[in-house]
């Protein structure tokens, strides 16, 4: 099995696989909605500093997600070759 950087080792058994997509989901959904929220704010600051931290929190949001869909379209992938 390999480690993976959001807790998730491969492959899992079908259900434990489902349960995890819907974890996983659940937590890409936090994830965008602070992308939004950071947006937000951005956009209602004009403090050039305080946008930056902003836009760099808002990065390693976007980056998490990217992870979070990796992970997602990995256990799919595991989910349609053993079903």
Known sequence: MTPSR?????PLRDEDARR???????????EDEAVRRYSRHIASISHPR???????VMRTEKRHM??????????????REEG
């Open 6 to 10: 959001v807790g998730v080792r491969f």
């Open 20 to 30: 995890a997509i819907a974890y996983l989901e659940e937590a890409l959904a936090f």
């Open 50 to 56: 305080v946008n930056a931290l902003l836009e760099g």
């Open 66 to 79: 990217a992870e979070l869909r990796e992970k997602i379209k990995t256990l799919r992938r595991q989910l």
